[in-house]
Each structure stands twice: as C-alpha cells, then as structure tokens.
C-alpha cells in the first residue's frame, strides 16, 4: 500500500499522559498536513510542513502540541498533558505540491483516533 | 477570515434527482476550492476541486460553479445514487492551507 499511512489507529489514554502519532506519506510528496476531526464536524487544520520546514501552524494549536518533520519525510505529531477535549481523530494528508499558490489534492490517512479518559 | 460556511448540514434527496451544496467564504486570498466526500468510517477522497481563475468545472455528474465576487461556491450533483450517500466537505484554500467546512450528510433515498 503506497498510501498514506497513520499509526497507532488506535490510542486510548489517560487525562495528563503524553501521546506521540506517527504519519508516513506517500513517499513522493513533499507537502504534509496534520488536522483534527472531531464527530460531525469537519476536518480542522492544525499545521503544515513544506519537506522538514514547519511553514503553518494553527493559532488555536495548544502549545501542548508538537509537530515535527525531522528529515522532511515521516512526521510525529506529539500532545503533552493530554485532556478529554483532545479526543479525535487525528487525520494527515500529504500532497505532491507541484503549484506555489495552492496546495493542490490532500491524500488523507486512516487517522489516528485518541480517546482521553 | 479564515473559515468557509457550509449549508446545509443534511440533505435527503430522491434517487435521480439533484443535490446542491453551497459553501461561502471571506478571505480574499483564496484561490483554490476543492470538495472532499467522506464515507462513514473512512479517509476523506478529493471529488473536484476548482481553482480561482474559472468559474465552473463539471466531472460527469459532479459539477462545482465559483462567483468570486460573491465568495460563495456550490457542489452541483446530478441523477444522484445510492452510493452518493455520504458526507461532502467544502475547503478553500492557498498555498500554505486548506480550510474545510463543517460538512453536508447527503442521504439519497431509493
């Protein structure tokens, strides 16, 4: 499967403990999202990486969450001090990026879906 | 300036018939306007999407018209089916971003 790969798909924590997601784009894709979706709602943006850069981040991201993109190929998306509000799915999307101006078609992955207790 | 206005959140429509879908937004920056359908329990799958410098562009029975002047932009969905249930996502967009409505549960009824 060449797709865009998320894991664990699965996370159930306790309220305080520390969560680290894990997304593995489609490896030829140099544009790499991270959004959150919680039930009935749409997919809401939380940052964006050009290759390693962090170019775009959410001004509603918590400084409890981390993103990064180390060598500009898989992204770890880390949430500190985790609360029942952060319960979603965590979704990543990847895009080829070949246009300056947009961002031109997502590929989403399964997501990542955090259950805080 | 940053979010994109979706309506209606459900829509139910006969077999056959069509389903339209609007989606209104007010940063001037945006220059691209994609829709999304997700299926219960899967990934969102890009549908069509346009960009700024058209005004409409059809795929089959999926059609997308944009007035930018009015910032505002509809999913036209003809001879709807079954399979067509489903939510629809909104997103407008530019380089760095991709911002997506609040969604539209299409049931279509046989």
């Known amino acids: 499967d060449t797709g865009v790969s998320q894991n664990p798909r699965h996370k159930i924590t306790k309220r305080g403990q520390n969560v680290t997601f894990r997304c593995d784009p489609i490896?030829?894709?140099?544009?790499l999202y991270w959004y959150r979706q919680t039930l009935g709602q749409g997919p809401e943006f939380l940052t964006y990486f050009q290759n390693e850069a962090q170019l775009e981040k959410s001004r509603l991201l918590s400084d409890r969450f981390s993103a990064e993109r180390p060598k500009g190929s898989f992204s770890t998306l880390e949430i500190q001090r985790t609360e029942q509000g952060d319960s979603a799915m965590y979704l990543c999307?990847?895009?080829?990026?070949?246009?300056?101006?947009?961002?031109?078609?997502?590929?989403f992955g399964e997501g990542s879906r955090l259950t805080v207790l | 300036g940053e979010n994109v206005e979706q309506h209606p959140s459900t829509l139910s429509v006969q077999e056959g018939d069509s389903a339209v879908i609007k989606c209104t937004y007010s940063?001037?920056?945006?220059?691209?306007f994609p829709w999304y359908k997700q299926e219960l329990g899967k990934r969102p799958q890009l549908i069509i999407d346009i960009r700024s410098n058209v005004g409409e562009k059809k795929d089959q029975r999926i059609a997308v018209t944009l007035n930018k002047t009015a910032k505002h932009f509809s999913l036209h969905i003809t001879e709807t089916q079954p399979e067509d249930s489903a939510v629809y996502f909104c997103?407008?967009?530019?380089?760095?971003?991709?911002?997506f409505g609040s969604g539209t549960q299409l049931t279509v009824l046989p």
């Open positions: 999307a990847s895009s080829l990026g070949t246009s300056g101006t947009h961002t031109g078609e997502l590929f």
């Open positions: 997103g407008r967009g530019s380089a760095r971003q991709l911002t």
């Open positions: 490896s030829e894709h140099n544009r």
């Open positions: 940063d001037s920056a945006s220059n691209y």
